[in-house]
T-cell receptor, first 110, second 113 residues
Framework: GEDVEQSLFLSVREGDSSVINCTYT??????LYWYKQEPGAGLQLLTY?????DMKQDQRLTVLLNKKDKHLSLRIADTQTGDSAIYFC??????????FGAGTRLAVHP | DARVTQTPRHKVTEMGQEVTMRCQPI?????VFWYRQTMMQGLELLAYFRNRAPLDDSGMPKDRFSAEMPDATLATLKIQPSEPRDSAVYFC???????????FGNGTRLTVT
């Protein structure tokens, strides 16, 4: 079946690194995505990784993919208060459909 | 910067009333999705269209919900009659081609009393 799981909460100190983890079930997903949702707004695409890659880095963001374990992680370096949001992991088991996790609420404190 | 536009942003209505939510996808995007977000259920896919034709509406309660795309620039989601349990944020999203990123609107926050 199609299922994406994430831990619900993460609290970090400003300046530290944040690591948000996700597991998915469908190995046929071509891409895996991370979306960010700020209060009162829709989901915004943060980054994505092609399924044949292990790692993707984009400024402060690093995505790691372990396809064997179906595990995806998002690392945010030097976490800032503006990074406080809900982060959603998503897989695309079919080309036109995304399945989202429940979201991880990241709280950044001074 | 092209955006998905949803109206209204907020809607408060009484139980039993009809609710219509509208979405304007990004120009040139041929696939449109409706999602519902609640604290309890998270983000649920209700229905989606490609080239205005419904592809999957299995996530939608058929007795009271209906989704349509009268033209390529407008998607609608109707609830009739509305119930308190329909209170949620409803998101529209669109994408250009398969595997391209999904772009979300800012949602319609619906409260049914």
């Amino acid at each position: 079946g199609e299922d994406v799981e994430q831990s619900l909460f993460l609290s970090v100190r400003e300046g530290d690194s944040s690591v948000i983890n996700c597991t998915y079930t469908d190995s046929s997903s071509t891409y895996l995505y991370w979306y960010k949702q700020e209060p009162g707004a829709g989901l915004q695409l943060l980054t994505y990784i092609f399924s044949n890659m292990d790692m993707k880095q984009d400024q402060r963001l690093t995505v790691l993919l372990n396809k064997k374990d179906k595990h995806l992680s998002l690392r945010i370096a030097d976490t800032q208060t503006g990074d406080s949001a809900i982060y959603f992991c998503a897989e695309n088991p079919s080309r036109n459909k995304l399945i989202f996790g429940a979201g991880t609420r990241l709280a950044v404190h001074p | 910067d092209a955006r998905v536009t949803q109206t209204p942003r907020h809607k408060v209505t009484e139980m039993g009333q009809e609710v219509t939510m509208r979405c304007q996808p990004i120009l040139g995007h041929n696939t449109v999705f409706w999602y519902r977000q609640t604290m309890m259920q998270g983000l649920e896919l209700l229905a989606y269209f490609r080239n205005r034709a419904p592809l999957d509406d299995s996530g939608m309660p058929k007795d009271r919900f209906s989704a349509e795309m009268p033209d390529a620039t407008l998607a609608t989601l109707k609830i009739q009659p509305s119930e308190p349990r329909d209170s949620a944020v409803y998101f529209c999203a669109s994408l250009k081609t398969a595997n391209s990123p999904l772009h979300f609107g800012n949602g319609t926050r619906l409260t049914v009393t």
